[in-house]
């Protein structure tokens, strides 16, 4: 089986990257030092955003680190449904004391000035979100000595970040917190997503590239079922949002294990592209006519989430949450890391000892 490369991180465990001020320089940090890797998330931030925070991430570890970007995205196909949702949202903009985002507020987030910050300062891998990258900006950054991963929902998006020339494919299933990386949101695929360890067994037949697998997985045995399944290694979001380190807001944290939250929904409530969070009151309100529309949405709904989160109000805030989140554990990221090796070396042995009788 083809693997990623083990000297870039001992554990086969990956902490997410996750934007939005989660996955921060010290959560990466903590991940790196204690063996798995570490992930930046430049998305919705600037190109310098991005630098300062690899400098200070590389003034906390010596070790290997990844950095996540978001591809262009379309124009959306009708901004007319943007402007009859700003309207929809009036009362939560009254209700918060604040004014809705302007929807047009950038579609590309500064990519290509993300990619040039990454080709003339190489950090150790790079990944990507929400499409594909060209081969060229695949292979210029390989010449650069960067690993490369690009996320995927199905097996057809595995082949072509395979096709592109990728060193490995993320196999997102639909259990995972936030955004579905899928490649082009397609509003008729709603509802079609792959749960993950049908989509690592599918994505490993599919592909010869490793298979990083991610989605809903909280415990070390699950690590060993989708290692068991093919996968290379595992990403882990939810998890580490929990984590000492994370700079996830602190009612988002409590939130995942809170009683007050029972499930999880796909959702464009607010980016316009679906994303996985914690049922809350706004998801529920919104969720039912949020229109295809990322990242107009996102844009629109910044201010609203944000003056949510100032007034304390964690049911008008995104609680991006993978389907596993009432198994989080409030803990050293560090430790984390340690803890999920142990659960997974103790679920190799059991499942080698069960294959021996
Ligand atoms: C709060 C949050 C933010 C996320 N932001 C990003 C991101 O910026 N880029 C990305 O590629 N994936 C992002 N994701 C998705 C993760 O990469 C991963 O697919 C997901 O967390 C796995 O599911 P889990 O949360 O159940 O572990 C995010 C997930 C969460 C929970």
């Keep these: 089986m083809s693997s990623v490369p083990t000297d870039l991180f001992p554990h086969p465990i990956v902490q997410a990257p996750m934007a939005g001020g989660v996955a921060v320089p010290q959560l990466a940090a903590a991940v790196s030092e204690a063996g798995g890797l570490g992930f930046l998330a430049a998305g919705y931030k600037t190109a310098d955003g991005m630098?300062?925070?690899?400098?200070?991430l590389r003034g906390l570890t010596a070790r290997p680190f990844g950095v996540n970007l978001f591809l262009p995205q379309p124009e959306t196909a009708d901004p007319a449904a943007v402007g009859v949702y700003a309207d929809q949202l009036a009362g939560e903009a009254s209700w918060y004391e604040t004014e809705p985002g302007d929807?047009?507020?950038?579609?590309?987030?500064?990519?290509?000035a993300k990619l040039a910050v990454l080709l003339d300062n190489p950090v150790p891998v790079v990944?990507?979100?929400?499409?594909?990258?060209?081969?060229?900006?695949?292979?210029?950054?390989?010449?650069?000595?960067?690993?490369?991963?690009?996320?995927?929902?199905?097996?057809?998006e595995a082949r072509a970040v395979e096709r592109a020339g990728a060193d490995?494919?993320?196999a997102q299933g639909v259990e995972a917190?936030?955004?579905?990386?899928?490649?082009?949101d397609?509003?008729?695929?709603?509802?079609?997503?792959?749960?993950?360890l049908s989509l690592v067994a599918q994505v490993h037949e599919s592909v010869g590239i490793p298979v990083v697998a991610?989605?809903?997985?909280?415990?070390?045995?699950?690590?060993?079922?989708?290692?068991?399944?093919?996968?290379?290694?595992?990403?882990?979001?939810?998890?580490?949002?929990?984590?000492?380190?994370?700079?996830?807001?602190?009612?988002?944290?409590?939130a995942l294990t809170s009683p007050l939250y029972v499930r999880t929904e796909l959702t464009r409530a607010f980016s316009g592209r679906p994303a996985r969070a914690l049922a809350n009151r706004f998801l529920r309100e919104h969720g039912p006519y949020a229109p295809a529309a990322y990242p107009d949405v996102h844009h629109l709904t910044a201010p609203l989430r944000k003056a949510a989160?100032?007034?304390?109000?964690?049911?008008?805030?995104?609680?991006?949450?993978?389907?596993?989140?009432?198994?989080?554990r409030e803990l050293p990221a560090g430790q984390l890391v340690e803890v999920l090796a142990a659960e997974l070396a103790a679920a190799r042995t059991a499942l080698s000892a069960g294959g021996a009788r």
Excluded: C
């Design 127 to 156: 990944s990507f979100h929400f499409g594909v990258p060209a081969r060229e900006v695949l292979e210029s950054l390989r010449r650069a000595g960067t690993y490369t991963m690009v996320n995927a929902t199905t097996a057809e």
């Design 186 to 196: 397609i509003p008729e695929a709603d509802g079609a997503g792959v749960g993950l």
């Design 309 to 328: 989160a100032k007034a304390g109000d964690a049911q008008g805030m995104a609680l991006w949450a993978g389907q596993g989140h009432r198994m989080a």
């Design 103 to 112: 929807p047009d507020s950038g579609r590309d987030d500064g990519y290509d």
């Design 214 to 254: 991610a989605g809903g997985i909280m415990r070390g045995g699950q690590i060993a079922a989708v290692l068991a399944a093919g996968a290379a290694a595992a990403q882990l979001g939810t998890a580490f949002v929990a984590a000492h380190e994370s700079g996830a807001h602190a009612l988002h944290k409590q």
């Design 177 to 184: 917190g936030g955004h579905q990386g899928t490649h082009r």
């Design 168 to 170: 490995a494919v993320i």
């Design 51 to 56: 630098y300062q925070e690899i400098k200070q």
